[in-house]
């Protein structure tokens, strides 16, 4: 089991590279949104509400959440392609930059928040950089979630899936995978209730969830082959007709300064 240390070393792949620009509209159609009651049990933990930092905010969906509870967001994300997709908001601010070199004022964030992200970061210089714009007692959200969960049918097919683009997931995919039950923070961790994402989505709706993932993307370029078009008479025939409701177990590890 990979477990993360002060000396954990570069993926083959690469942490700190760009996994997802290629495949941005991908990315922003298939990625889903983080329940209200995280938001609001995040908001619990902060003493000012002045400036949250959504960090590899992807295509923004956190940080327009972000924006219904304080003052200012500051949106960040390495692929200039996602942020050209992240919708506009008075509140926000976007701009690209590496979570470990942010450009943002020290002592001046409250909150920052990493959805399905943290795993491609450099941890020492990104900690070292929260530590720096974090106000005292500011917080640090690091979330994500694994596989979607629907009926005992499409998630079979969903397990062949799986197997099928297993060896193509970037090196440090496994951090994210474990659940990130091996993270270091220097700060201290905070109890976070179990949270669960749900959602009601068409089965073209759910193909471009699996779509958005890495492992597909690779997947691909590497094999010359699409495992969802292959795979997709057998999604059809498990999932029949209409919606169907489609769950996620979510990650949170949260800490304070």
Not at 214 to 226: I, L, P, V
Request: hydrophobic letters at 35%; glycine letters at 6%.
């Amino acid at each position: 089991m990979l477990h993360e240390t002060n000396s954990s070393k570069k993926s083959k792949i690469g942490y700190g590279q760009d996994h997802f620009s290629a495949i941005a509209k991908e990315y922003d159609k298939g990625r889903i949104e983080y329940p209200l009651k995280l938001y609001s049990f995040l908001a619990h933990q902060c003493t000012n509400f002045q400036c949250a930092w959504d960090c590899a905010t992807g295509s923004g969906q956190a940080a327009i959440k972000l924006a219904n509870v304080f003052e200012k967001v500051v949106a960040t994300d390495i692929s200039k392609e996602l942020l050209e997709l992240a919708p506009e908001h008075p509140k926000i601010s976007y701009h690209s930059a590496p979570a470990e070199n942010s450009k943002i004022k020290s002592s001046s964030i409250d909150l920052i928040t990493i959805g399905q992200a943290y795993h491609w970061f450099e941890f020492d210089p990104f900690w070292e950089e929260a530590i720096r714009v974090l106000k005292p007692d500011g917080v640090v959200a690091i979330l994500g979630y694994l596989w979607p969960e629907t009926n005992p049918e499409v998630d079979g097919v969903l397990e062949r899936f799986k197997q099928e683009i297993q060896s193509h997931w970037p090196e440090r995919s496994i951090l994210l995978h474990e659940g990130y039950q091996s993270i270091y923070s220097p700060l201290t961790e905070i109890s976070s209730p179990k949270f669960q994402i749900q959602t009601k989505w068409s089965l073209e709706e759910y193909l471009s969830h699996l779509k958005s993932w890495s492992g597909n993307r690779y997947f691909e370029e590497s094999t010359k082959r699409n495992a969802i078009e292959e795979l997709k008479e057998d999604f059809k025939l498990a999932w029949g007709k209409g919606t169907k409701k489609v769950k996620w177990h979510l990650i949170a590890r949260v800490f304070k300064k």
